[in-house]
C-alpha cells in the first residue's frame, strides 16, 4: 500500500514518455480509486501531459543541425502523440498538447504535419477549448500553419530563395513574385501555376483575381507600346537610329516576357475561358 501513501506524481513523472504512458493507465486508476477520488480523468490528463514534456525534451536533445527536411524524420513519434491525446479529456490540454509538439517538431516536414494536426484539432473543437489560456494559441496555430505549409511548399518546389521566403506571411504578394520568376521565362518544369494554387487554397484567397490583374497589366502594357511605337517613329524619324534602336530593342524584349508571362497563365485556364478573356481584351465593349 506505499504507492498508494506516497504521491504517484512523485514516482512517475520522470519515468513517462509517450510511448509507456498508456501502460500506466490502469495503475493511475487504481491508485486513484484507493485514494478514493474521484478525479480519474484529471489524472489521466496530467499524465499524459507530463509524457509529452518528458518526450518532447529527449526529442530535442537527440536533434540535429536545424535544416529545412522535405521528408518527416519520425512519423512514429507524431503517430504516438496523437494516440496519447485520444487519453486526453480535457480539449483545452488536448489543444496544448498538440500546440507544444508543433513547435518543437524539426523544421520541414514533421513541423508542417504536426501543425496540421493541432490545425485540425482547433478547426473541429474549438468552440470547445473554452480556456482563456489557450485564446492566443488558437490564434496562432490558426494564422502559423497557412505560413509554415507555404514555406515548406516554396522548399520541396526549391524557390526557397530569401525573397521569397520573407514573403510567406503575405500570400498575394508572394503570388505576384511567383509570376514574375525568371524560371517562366527559361521554360522550366516547374509548374508555378499548381504552386499558385495550393498557396492561394491555404490563405483562402481567390487566385483567379491576382492572375486577372496581372493579365491587364501585362497585356495592356504590351498594347500601348505597341500603339506608342508609331508616335515614337514619327517624333524621332530624324534622330540618332541607334539611340532609337536601343530604345525599341528593350521595349520589344520586356512586351515578349509580358505575353510569354501571360500565356503562361492563360494556358491553365479552360481554353474557353480564355479565349474569353483574350476577346473581351482585345474587343472591350464601347463605353
Known amino acids: ?119 485540425k484539432f482547433v478547426m473541429t473543437n474549438e468552440k470547445l477549448i473554452v480556456d482563456p489560456k489557450c485564446q492566443e494559441q488558437l490564434k496562432k496555430i490558426k494564422r502559423n500553419y497557412p505560413v509554415i505549409k507555404t514555406q515548406h511548399l516554396l522548399h520541396a518546389y526549391g524557390l526557397n530563395d530569401d525573397d521569397l521566403i520573407k514573403l510567406v506571411e503575405y500570400p498575394s504578394e508572394l503570388i505576384h513574385r511567383l509570376y514574375h520568376h525568371e524560371i517562366i521565362l527559361k521554360g522550366g518544369k516547374l509548374d508555378i501555376n499548381t504552386l499558385v494554387k495550393e498557396i492561394a487554397e491555404l ?6 483575381k491576382i492572375q486577372f490583374k496581372l493579365l491587364q497589366m501585362w497585356l495592356s502594357f504590351t498594347s500601348d507600346m505597341a500603339s506608342s511605337d508609331n508616335t515614337l517613329l514619327d517624333e524621332t524619324l530624324y534622330e540618332d537610329q541607334n539611340i532609337v534602336g536601343t530604345v525599341g530593342v528593350e521595349d520589344m524584349s520586356t512586351a515578349a516576357e509580358n505575353v510569354k508571362r501571360a500565356n503562361y497563365i492563360l494556358a491553365s485556364w479552360p481554353k474557353d475561358v480564355a479565349v474569353q478573356f483574350l476577346i473581351g481584351h482585345m474587343y472591350p465593349p464601347e463605353g
Open 1 to 119: 500500500m506505499s504507492i498508494v501513501e506516497h504521491p504517484l506524481k512523485d514516482t512517475l513523472d520522470s519515468e513517462l514518455n509517450v510511448d509507456n504512458c498508456e501502460s500506466w493507465f490502469p495503475l493511475i486508476q487504481m491508485h486513484t480509486t484507493l485514494k478514493g477520488s474521484r478525479d480519474v480523468s484529471q489524472n489521466n490528463d496530467y499524465f499524459c501531459m507530463s509524457a509529452v514534456k518528458n518526450s518532447i525534451a529527449e526529442y530535442k536533445s537527440k536533434s540535429e543541425i536545424e535544416i529545412w527536411h522535405l521528408q518527416p524524420t519520425n512519423n512514429a513519434f507524431l503517430k504516438s502523440i496523437l494516440r496519447l491525446v485520444k487519453h486526453v479529456h480535457n480539449l483545452s490540454k488536448a489543444f496544448l498538447i498538440l500546440y507544444f509538439v508543433s513547435n518543437y517538431a524539426p523544421d520541414g516536414a514533421d513541423q508542417v504535419e504536426a501543425s496540421y494536426e493541432c490545425y
Open 203 to 208: 490563405h483562402d484567397i481567390k487566385e483567379e
